[in-house]
């Protein structure tokens, strides 16, 4: 069985007794670019009613009313969307240190939000709020929702050009040059590193597929669903990475179960047989391992990580290419080798993002607004569909 985008079952009847609930009514106007547990939230099918062109924009999502936030500890702040800082609501950071959380749900609305909260959460609420320039920055909420800008967010505004994007299939990316790599994903905190077969298409070739002049792109931003984003400048994108190493026996059925942690695929490529990996290295956009499609991304509200991979994921090899070191927490002393973690090695795997629903061509063309990857992206993923724009989309 196929697991709910964003969060199970349990998340969505947790959310369901909030005070800004998600419980739908079963109308028939579905929102499509909300999370698919929100995708009959009553709020949002109020909003779709009274704009209809706004039924499968981005619009139709969580951030029309709620806003994000930033937590602060001593020693970072991070960044959480709009739907990441609500789930705050029931699951707290586990850092009790952190400030900036909200302290109920009305905290996570913005200014559109809380004047549609304060008119009574009805169809009529929103329209009576048209009127209204919630956001302070010179446009009616109906200007601004006709214009399908943010009517919570002075930032998004009809005087800005929105970044043209180019909605990318599954099968238009299998039509594009395939590619397949075996590599090493040497991960930093977790406790195994692992070797496997990806394939997909170099993000060159995907880049010249779509039409953009290359010479003129300085790199690209990798974009997640759950905000994560991962830049690489341009000359990781037009050249191969050196050759990958291959170290072989150090799995847990040839170490033991102290000192393994190597996972391998079942069937180790043909061509490998020494240490050097004959296999080309490239910067790409992966839809398969090992020869089967990859298990789609979700998020574990509880933890705040994405698990799966897919159905896109970004694979990058080792820059430095080197042996697999176990995590920075898992030393093993007592194994008497030299596979304990070294800070010097080459730890690709943290930017292998996982659930690549975006990608941004950079530069972004001047005067234009972003597009909003940090909201709605679970849509593409449940789609099998990757949004491309910035330089050299029209």
């Given at each position: 069985m196929r697991k709910l985008s964003w969060f199970g079952v349990a998340g969505i009847l947790v959310l369901s007794l909030a005070i800004w609930q998600c419980g739908g009514d079963g109308n028939d106007v579905v929102s499509s670019r909300a999370y698919k547990g929100h995708a009959t939230d009553q709020d949002i099918l109020n909003f779709v009613k009274q704009y209809p062109d706004t039924a499968g924009t981005r619009l139709d999502d969580c951030q029309t009313c709620h806003t994000s936030g930033t937590l602060t500890t001593a020693t970072k702040s991070t960044?959480?969307?709009?739907?990441?800082?609500?789930?705050?609501?029931?699951?707290?950071?586990?850092?009790?240190?952190?400030?900036?959380?909200?302290?109920?749900?009305?905290?996570?609305?913005?200014?559109?939000?809380?004047?549609?909260?304060?008119?009574?959460?009805?169809?009529?609420?929103?329209?009576?709020?048209?009127?209204?320039?919630?956001?302070?920055?010179?446009?009616?909420?109906?200007?601004?929702?006709?214009?399908?800008?943010?009517?919570?967010?002075?930032?998004?505004?009809?005087?800005?050009?929105?970044?043209?994007?180019?909605?990318?299939?599954?099968?238009?990316?299998?039509?594009?040059?395939?590619?397949?790599?075996?590599?090493?994903?040497?991960?930093?905190?977790?406790?195994?590193?692992?070797?496997?077969?990806?394939?997909?298409?170099?993000?060159?070739?995907?880049?010249?597929?779509?039409?953009?002049?290359?010479?003129?792109?300085?790199g690209v931003t990798v974009i997640a669903p759950d905000g994560f984003t991962k830049d690489f400048d341009l000359k990781y994108i037009t050249a191969a990475y050196p050759q990958g190493l291959y170290y072989a026996g150090?799995?847990?059925?040839?170490?033991?179960?102290?000192?393994?942690?190597?996972?391998?695929?079942?069937?180790?490529?043909?061509?490998?047989?020494?240490?050097?990996?004959?296999?080309?290295?490239?910067?790409?956009?992966?839809?398969?391992?090992?020869?089967?499609p990859m298990e789609a991304s979700y998020l574990d509200p509880a933890a705040g990580k994405i698990n799966g991979e897919g159905p896109l994921r970004i694979i990058v090899p080792q820059a430095t290419p080197g042996s697999p070191d176990r995590g920075s927490n898992f030393s093993q002393p007592s194994c008497n080798d030299s596979y304990d973690y070294s800070k010097n090695k080459d730890h690709n795997a943290g930017s292998m993002v996982r659930g690549v629903m975006a990608i941004r061509i950079n530069p972004m063309p001047a005067g234009y607004e972003d597009f909003d990857y940090t909201n709605g992206g679970w849509a593409y993923i449940d789609a099998e569909q990757l949004v491309v724009y910035g330089f050299g989309i029209n």
């Open positions: 960044f959480k969307n709009a739907c990441d800082y609500c789930h705050l609501i029931e699951y707290p950071d586990s850092d009790t240190t952190a400030t900036g959380a909200p302290a109920d749900f009305a905290d996570t609305l913005n200014d559109y939000g809380t004047a549609y909260l304060n008119a009574g959460r009805t169809q009529k609420a929103v329209k009576d709020i048209g009127t209204l320039d919630s956001d302070g920055d010179g446009a009616t909420n109906d200007v601004e929702i006709a214009a399908l800008r943010y009517p919570g967010d002075s930032a998004s505004n009809p005087s800005q050009l929105v970044a043209a994007i180019k909605i990318v299939s599954m099968d238009e990316l299998k039509a594009m040059p395939p590619h397949t790599e075996f590599l090493l994903a040497n991960a930093s905190k977790q406790a195994t590193d692992e070797y496997a077969s990806y394939t997909g298409v170099k993000i060159q070739d995907l880049l010249i597929s779509l039409g953009v002049d290359i010479t003129q792109v300085t150090l799995d847990i059925a040839t170490l033991g179960s102290t000192c393994g942690f190597v996972d391998y695929p079942p069937t180790i490529p043909a061509g490998v047989t020494g240490t050097v990996i004959p296999d080309e290295q490239w910067l790409m956009l992966a839809y398969e391992r090992e020869g089967a």
